[in-house]
């Protein structure tokens, strides 16, 4: 059995629609959405809407930790503007070309930046969106967990520790446990380009250490400081940045 797995597809349809080539199902992480490309500042949303100079300065204030001033800078650029119909009408445009990129069988979770809510209208038949749920793939029982925790980026789907902790706390013991964002450990928590800690998932990190699960497969982090260790029997691994590199990481059993 052959599974490819996904993570931080942020707009790249063309290299996910061959993502799944040679492999029984594709499993993906979540972050379908580009709003900001951090290593491009002309692709995403945000660009689009608001060009490259204004994209480079808010990049700039949220790099260095400035959250409130991005903030207020976002705000002054959104003034007089309908935001949510603005950043809805751009989403449903790469939600329309990714769904269709999605191979047969997929199975997907939510990342931060998506948006939920949107996703019964594009996912087709042989897209299965799971969250606190669980599946079997060829003996292996895979659990799924999305979305991400608050934080001082505020992106679209962030929720409590506690709403976070119970889906997890759901799924009970699996093999795989797949999730967009790492447990809480700071090697996989810091990213070295953006020079901070993301959120990580205590609730997951615990899972790990009670339950031991084969594998604990995650993204969130682009340049993470490391990109796999060993939490006691568990191979914890951050399967990469797809949105830069194209390339799905693969688990064979």
């Known amino acids: 059995m052959r599974v490819h797995v996904v993570s931080d597809v942020h707009g790249n349809a063309t290299d996910l629609a061959r993502a799944g080539n040679g492999a029984d199902a594709l499993i993906c992480l979540g972050d379908l959405v580009l709003f900001l490309d951090y290593a491009d500042h002309s ?10 100079e204004n994209a480079d300065r808010i990049v700039e204030l949220r790099t ?48 931060n930046v998506d948006v939920p809510d949107l996703w019964p209208e594009y996912a087709r038949p042989g897209t299965t969106v799971l969250d606190g749920e669980r599946i079997e793939l060829g003996g292996l029982v895979f659990g799924f967990v999305g979305g991400g ?9 962030e929720i409590s520790d506690e709403e976070y902790a119970a889906k997890v706390e759901a799924l009970g013991e699996v093999d795989v446990l797949c999730s967009h964002i790492p447990p809480e450990v700071p090697e996989l928590t810091y990213d070295t380009v953006a020079r901070r800690f993301e959120r990580g998932s205590v609730a997951l990190l615990d899972a ?42 693969a688990l064979e059993w």
């Open 43 to 52: 692709r995403g949303i945000f660009p689009d809407l608001f060009g490259v």
């Open 64 to 111: 260095a930790g400035r959250f409130e001033e991005a903030r207020a800078f976002g705000r002054s650029l959104w003034a007089g503007l309908d935001r949510d119909a603005a950043i809805l009408g751009a989403v449903r445009k790469q939600y329309s070309r990714l769904f269709a990129a999605f191979p047969t069988p997929t199975y997907a979770t939510y990342g």
């Open 149 to 157: 925790l608050r934080s001082p980026m505020r992106t679209p789907f």
């Open 208 to 249: 790990i250490r009670r339950t031991r699960p084969r594998y604990s497969l995650f993204g969130h982090v682009h340049q993470p400081l490391a990109r796999r260790m060993r939490i006691g029997a568990t191979e914890c691994v951050n399967v990469g940045h797809f949105a830069a590199t194209g390339r799905p990481w």
